[in-house]
């Protein structure tokens, strides 16, 4: 019987030191939380949009796919259509969606198109384990954080919190730059054109006042100049009537995507190359590589809505991972978008790390989010404003030569 008993009690010791260890490894399992992109995959910002997504890849890989004690899953959703060729409203819908089920889903990195971040924030903040946080890397219409169109930006916010955030600046300041270098270069009279959409109309709408403003000739008419049909085999006829007006400067606000290729074709075609007749274009032109390869972009002027990567600061955090980038895909970033999607993804996971992880505490840990320049991608602290905007307004002018985007200069906006 004494045995029986000192087996029963040495069993009975395996069995506690077992449930000890059990439950050690049960508290310290690790959870793992997703975070996504939400971009246009397909169309003229593919490459683009890889070019982000493979920016992210490799900050969470150098991370260890971690943020603080929680690993981190990255989920890519697509909210273009083979159709057309570019951001779709029903796809952006079903993607806002798709987000909230996700119930490891914490957070979302996009968009790129403002359009598609009217439609997805709205479900994300009323999300009901959340608001659940959205930090584009591209979005520059004024309206998702400013008084801009009726109604805005308040009806993107149906429960009054805000929780999209954005790490480039808007087109408030994009447009009123551009309009103001186009000044500077002997500009007195310009006929604005738009692609119909948030984002054109917007930069157009900004760039239009700000040339009245200035005392430039604007000889289009409406607040945001006249608007191109996409779905036109071409613009001959356009720039025939524009020509009529002998204008200095054509200033196109829009998209690539939106077959700018053509509208860029004709316009040479009709009123000559881009030192007769400039050419301006926002940030909604560049990164693209077809546009790049058209002869006819020769010479025209790009304005975009934060540094561009020649600008990055030669240490720290922005130089090495440019560097390591280069070695881990052997090219590199499409443009300064992508590194920008970077820092927005630094931003949402400096969140993660400090919360609960919850999408509730995502959230209320953002706004606090202070990432030292040394630290970012994109060599500039990061921080948000209470509007959810980031509190640079830098603006980089560039030019086409070459068939490379060459920095001219940086404008500061205030």
Same mark, same amino acid.
């Given at each position: 019987m004494k045995k029986n008993n000192k087996a029963l009690v040495a069993l009975g010791v395996v069995t506690l030191a077992?449930?000890?260890?059990?439950?050690?490894?049960?508290?310290?399992?690790?959870?793992?939380?997703?975070?996504?992109?939400?971009l246009p995959l397909q169309g003229g910002s593919a490459d683009q949009s890889e070019s982000t997504n493979n920016v992210i890849k490799l900050l969470l890989k150098q991370m260890g796919n971690k943020a603080g004690k929680y690993a981190i899953k990255f989920k890519e959703y697509d909210d273009s259509t083979a159709a057309k060729g570019s951001w779709d409203d029903a796809q952006c819908a079903a993607n806002a969606q798709?987000?909230?089920?996700?119930?490891?889903?914490?957070?979302?990195?996009?968009?790129?198109?403002?359009?598609?971040?009217?439609?997805?924030?709205?479900?994300?903040?009323?999300d009901p384990k959340g608001p659940m946080?959205?930090?584009?890397?591209?979005?520059?219409?004024?309206?998702?954080?400013?008084?801009?169109?009726?109604?805005?930006?308040t009806k993107?916010?149906?429960?009054?919190?805000?929780?999209?955030?954005?790490?480039?600046?808007?087109?408030?300041?994009?447009?009123?730059?551009?309009?103001?270098?186009?000044?500077?270069?002997?500009?007195?009279?310009?006929?604005?054109?738009?692609?119909?959409?948030t984002y054109g109309q917007g930069v157009a709408q900004a760039f239009t006042t700000e040339a009245n403003k200035i005392g430039l000739t604007v000889l289009s008419s409406g607040t945001a100049g006249e608007g191109w049909d996409a779905k036109q085999p071409n613009y001959e006829a356009l720039f025939t009537k524009i020509k009529a007006l002998n204008p200095d400067m054509i200033y196109i606000g829009g998209i690539f995507d939106l077959n700018g290729?053509?509208?860029?074709?004709?316009?040479?075609?009709?009123?000559?190359?881009?030192?007769?007749?400039?050419?301006?274009?926002?940030?909604?032109?560049?990164?693209?590589?077809?546009?790049?390869?058209?002869?006819?972009?020769?010479? #025209?002027?790009? $304005?975009?809505? &934060?540094? *561009? @990567?020649?600008l990055f600061p030669k240490n720290?955090?922005?130089?090495?991972?440019?560097?390591?980038?280069?070695?881990?895909?052997?090219?590199?970033?499409?443009?300064?978008?992508?590194?920008?999607?970077?820092?927005?993804?630094?931003?949402?996971?400096?969140?993660?790390?400090?919360?609960?992880?919850?999408?509730?505490?995502?959230?209320?840990?953002?706004?606090?989010?202070?990432?030292? #320049?040394?630290? $970012?991608?994109? &060599?500039? *602290? @990061?921080?948000?404003d209470d509007a959810g905007d980031t509190i640079y307004h830098d603006i980089t002018i560039l030019v086409v030569k070459n068939?490379?985007?060459?920095?001219?200069?940086?404008?500061?906006?205030?």
């Open positions: 077992m449930s000890i260890v059990g439950s050690t490894m049960a508290q310290s399992a690790t959870v793992t939380l997703t975070v996504s992109s939400d798709a987000h909230v089920a996700n119930k490891t889903e914490v957070a979302v990195m996009g968009t790129y198109n403002s359009g598609c971040a009217k439609i997805i924030v709205p479900v994300l903040n009323q946080v959205m930090v584009s890397n591209a979005n520059t219409n004024p309206g998702l954080t400013k008084a801009w169109n009726p109604g805005e930006p993107y916010y149906p429960t009054g919190f805000r929780n999209y955030f954005r790490v480039v600046t808007t087109d408030d300041f994009q447009g009123s730059a551009a309009a103001q270098f186009a000044k500077s270069q002997g500009v007195k009279s310009v006929y604005v054109l738009n692609d119909t959409q290729g053509q509208l860029v074709k004709d316009k040479v075609k009709v009123l000559g190359d881009n030192t007769k007749v400039k050419l301006m274009a926002p940030d909604g032109f560049t990164g693209y590589p077809d546009f790049l390869a058209l002869k006819e972009a020769d010479g #025209a002027y790009l $304005s975009f809505t &934060g540094l *561009s @990567i020649d720290g955090k922005a130089a090495t991972f440019q560097k390591d980038y280069l070695k881990a895909y052997g090219k590199a970033p499409t443009s300064s978008f992508s590194v920008y999607g970077g820092a927005a993804m630094q931003a949402i996971l400096d969140a993660i790390s400090r919360s609960n992880g919850t999408r509730k505490d995502v959230f209320q840990k953002m706004k606090s989010v202070n990432i030292p #320049a040394a630290k $970012s991608v994109v &060599g500039t *602290s @990061i921080q948000f068939n490379t985007e060459t920095t001219l200069k940086k404008l500061t906006v205030k």
